[in-house]
């Protein structure tokens, strides 16, 4: 295979690998969150995103990658592309037992990805890969719900109790120190870059700060962090428990109709 | 702090097209419109046509009360007059002339005129 | 999700006779009753009893099938499921809303509904105290459940108090698609492999008996408490707790059986002479305990409940305190 299409199949695996992960935490919030309506609403984000990574394991079905649902359920740790923020798990204790989840992390991840995402799609609208452009094409529209949800979260949170306003600043902190591989498209950029297949991450990254600047009052004023990149496959503990979670019926049987 | 000023009902109305009337789908609670207005849609209307959504705080309605419902609402079935029914004879008369009936379905056809040149 | 309604106090209040007679009159030409029209405290606080515990079953209700929802086995599945329980929550919103509106005179809200589920003064229904072990036990639920909880929620589609009844017309619709996403789930695992036919199996076996308690005891003296006479009374429900639970069978038996499942029941039949079913009773003691909160999983969906709600308290009242400053 050349050097193009498996830089090309990096970046879908990236598109996809991220709407997976953050559906999945949305999955797992579904029926928790702190307002019965907003749950409701949360959960229609959450389905749509999933939609959004089922689209994109297509394009790579096509690309003859596999079913979607291996895709999805058989990768092991090392082959996700997902960047680290987006499997970070949603607070403390488990979903179906403890969930002693954070809405502030819910609030700051759903409007920095949603913002982050939006971009990306208005790069790959113009992508020299056809399908893909399309594809963000289709989603754009969508998604316009997705960030405005999120970002009225944030405005109001912000606007509110000092306890609500502390938790927020505290999420916007670590997503500060966590989230530098966003704006890393792996090891194939460059052939991403030279193909077109998308624009340069730098110049993403500075619309993604112009938009959250005209939101959030004091962002940290210092240099994006990572913990690991999660495009080079580098994850962390709490992907192996997603992973193992949203595979476990699945794996009881791959081959098996479900 | 008190978490029940956090329960501020909302009335939800939508529009399916920019044809139809506005349409009462259901109540929720909100903090305040914004937030009503972002969780409206996705609670009420996920499988619907929308276009367009109001939310009004339900404090603002003034519905009518159990009396006026009983009261306020009743009519005799005597007002042909304002209606077609008592212009049904026409139509026979017309005929008689070899004139069409000016229907509810032939004027609402008038909306389109034949154009002319220049 | 109404039939063991706990004996209400002080319900026999002294009406004014003439107003009562009114609402009766209006009852009996099959009017609709609107939230703020004049109610007799008795049908004010069964439909509060009645549509309070309906609409926490279906938060409770919730919590079972949701723990299959980041499992379920495809995208597809995964989505489906997600789009299922998402609507049970809405339901819950929905019928939320109208005991809110009733629980208005008392100066009661949303807070106290739940702070009533979680100190256990409001009950949820008896099927949502079960474990769900396995796939099979979300399609159980999906199909099953959902099928008992149609035939309880189409009787009530009539029910002469308007916001309730509005209320049903759109929970009914969505059912239609909860019932088929129950089938397919049930139907995928009953054509496919021994396993997935084994672990259909089972659940059914373990279910069994919870369905037939869905509908509550037939009569009061089982268990010592039911409003089924009250609902009638005031056509909220055509229906008793026995005529639904063998509509119940006259729907889903014949289903089950063509599946090539059996109940685990091995008296369980059709009666053409009694034109109904014979099974056998479940154990209404059991099902007592259930209801007080001492089922197998109470305490453990209690406790998701208690802490989604706690843990982030501090959202509704930051915003309850920046709703004053906003237009």
């Not at chain 1, 969150?33 to 394991?57: C, L, R």
């Not at chain 2, 209307?45 to 009004?56: I, K, N, P």
């Not at chain 3, 706990?6 to 004014?16: A, F, M, V, W």
């Not at chain 3, 707790?241 to 006259?250: M, P, S, Y």
Request: aromatic fraction near 10%; glycine fraction near 6%; charge should be negative.
């Amino acid at each position: 295979m050349d050097k193009r299409n498996e830089a090309l199949l990096d970046l879908l695996y990236q598109c996809a690998d991220d709407d997976l992960l953050v559906s999945f935490r949305g999955s797992e919030w579904l029926g928790l969150a702190p307002h019965v309506e907003a749950d409701v609403a949360f959960s229609s984000i959450t389905q749509n995103t999933m939609g959004h990574a089922v689209y994109f394991y297509r394009l790579l079905q096509e690309l003859g990658e596999g079913d979607v649902d291996v895709l999805a359920h058989e990768r092991p740790a090392l082959k996700r592309r997902n960047a680290i923020y987006l499997e970070k798990r949603n607070g403390d204790g488990q979903y179906d037992e403890d969930p002693y989840f954070d809405w502030a992390l819910a609030v700051v991840r759903g409007y920095f990805y949603e913002t982050y995402k939006r971009v990306k799609l208005i790069s790959l609208t113009a992508s020299s890969y056809e399908p893909l452009a399309i594809c963000a094409k289709r989603i754009l529209p969508e998604q316009r719900y997705h960030l405005a949800y999120w970002k009225e979260w944030m405005k109001q949170l912000q606007q509110s109790s000092p306890i609500a306003r502390e938790k927020i600043r505290t999420r916007i902190e670590e997503a500060w120190s966590q989230s530098l591989d966003l704006f890393d498209f792996g090891q194939y950029e460059q052939t991403l870059l030279n193909e077109g297949y998308i624009t340069d991450p730098l110049e993403l990254k500075q619309q993604w700060l112009a938009e959250l600047q005209s939101t959030v009052k004091d962002l940290p004023s210092r240099p994006l962090e990572q913990l690991k990149n999660g495009r080079n496959g580098e994850h962390t503990t709490d992907l192996d428990v997603a992973l193992a979670t949203l595979s476990e019926v699945y794996q009881t049987d791959p081959v098996a109709q479900w | 702090m008190n978490e029940q000023d956090f329960y501020q009902e909302f009335e939800v109305f939508s529009r399916k097209n920019p044809r139809s009337g506005l349409m009462h789908q259901f109540s929720l609670l909100a903090p305040n419109e914004e937030m009503a207005m972002i969780l409206a849609q996705e609670n009420f209307m996920r499988r619907e046509e929308v276009m367009d959504v109001w939310v009004v705080p339900s404090s603002s309605i003034r519905h009518m009360t159990d009396e006026e419902r009983q009261a306020l609402t009743q009519r005799i079935d005597n007002k042909n007059y304002r209606t077609t029914k008592a212009y049904g004879y026409l139509r026979k008369k017309w005929q008689d002339k070899e004139q069409g009936m000016l229907d509810e379905q032939e004027i609402m056809s008038w909306k389109e005129v034949k154009k002319h040149r220049g | 999700m109404y039939h063991y309604l706990e004996h209400q106090k002080g319900s026999n209040t002294n009406e004014d006779p003439i107003l009562y007679e009114n609402f009766m009159q209006r009852i009996e030409n099959g009017d609709k009753i609107e939230a703020n029209d004049w109610m007799p405290s008795e049908y004010r606080d069964t439909l509060i009893k009645l549509i309070s515990m309906h609409g926490i079953s279906e938060i409770m209700g919730a919590l079972p099938e949701k723990e299959w929802v980041p499992k379920a086995p495809s995208l597809e599945r995964k989505l489906a499921i997600m789009a299922k329980v998402q609507d049970e929550m809405g339901h819950g919103q929905l019928l939320l809303r109208v005991t809110e509106d009733l629980m208005k005179p008392y100066g009661r809200n949303r807070q106290h509904l739940m702070e009533d589920l979680l100190s256990g003064r409001l009950k949820f229904h008896n099927v949502f105290h079960m474990p769900t072990k396995t796939w099979a036990d979300a399609g159980m639920v999906g199909w099953l459940v959902d099928g008992a909880a149609i035939i309880s929620q189409t009787n009530m589609l009539d029910a002469s108090y308007g916001p309730y009844q509005r209320a049903l017309q759109r929970i009914c619709k969505e059912e239609v698609f909860h019932a088929q996403h129950g089938e397919s789930i049930i139907m995928a695992l009953a054509e496919g492999t021994d396993a997935q036919q084994k672990i259909l199996q089972d659940s059914l076996n373990r279910w069994w008996p919870s369905l037939l308690m869905f509908f509550g005891p037939a009569s009061a003296e089982t268990t010592g408490s039911s409003k089924q006479e009250i609902t009638i009374k005031y056509n909220i429900r055509k229906s008793t707790n026995e005529e639904l639970r063998q509509a119940f069978l006259d729907k889903y038996m014949p289903r089950v059986f063509s599946l090539g499942l059996t109940v685990p029941d091995e008296t369980m039949h059709y009666d053409d002479v009694q034109e109904k079913w014979i099974y056998q009773q479940p154990d209404w003691n059991e099902f007592k305990q259930i209801i007080q909160n001492k089922g197998p999983r109470s305490k453990e969906r209690l406790k998701v409940r208690e802490i989604a709600y706690s843990n982030n308290s501090w959202v509704r009242e930051a915003l309850a305190v920046a709703g004053g400053d906003r237009p």
